[in-house]
């Protein structure tokens, strides 16, 4: 039968095994580079090529981010063709990065500061809680629009949304109905698109509205 002392030593060396582990995921986090690859994964599967250009690094940097994260076991890959192609490598990721937003808005007065900052140079734009939004969708009464890059809508978006990607944003506005009112998401609370999509509606005369939140945060509401 083993002894106290060492049953309390086998629990010691079991806790700074357990915490080792854990603090490797802590370790790859610790860039901010990282937390944007995440956050763009969480959107949907991205090429090495795409991740690139989105955070307009170096596909070498980028790769480089990438090892850390895949040696954390936070991202997996699949190969298409030449192409790699990166994903989360578990949903779980994606509500580990809404909660950790939202301790950090909390927590953190930069940050507050910072999304605040922004906001002060759209303050004529509405926002829609998405309460809001449902009762106006299930009484067809709002159009909502998807303006991420058009991969990420294909991966995964809220019912009945429309994929305008920003950069085809003008041309629709053109065949737009009269008298409509217009619901816009991206990728979540700190994503500018969605603002910026809002105000050039509202500079048209368009009754739009910016979703708070995006399409995480409406699963996770209807769910």
Known sequence: MES?????HSAKEFKNELFQQLARVGKCLSSD?????LSLLA?????VEKLAQVTEMSVANVSRH???LLDARLVKFSKKGTYVIYSLADPSIAAFLFAMWRIGE???ADVARIKQEFLHHYE????????E???KIEAGAIILLDVRPRDEYEAGHLAGAISVPMEELEPYLRNLPGLVEVAVYCRGPYCICSTQAVAKLQQEGIMAYRLEGGEYEWLKETN
């Open 66 to 68: 990438l090892q850390v």
């Open 124 to 131: 004529d734009v509405r926002t829609l809680s998405l309460e």
């Open 4 to 8: 106290v002392p060492e049953a309390i």
């Open 133 to 135: 939004a449902k009762e």
């Open 43 to 47: 959107q949907g599967p991205k090429s």
């Open 33 to 37: 580079k990282r937390l944007e690859i």
């Open 106 to 108: 909390s927590q953190l």
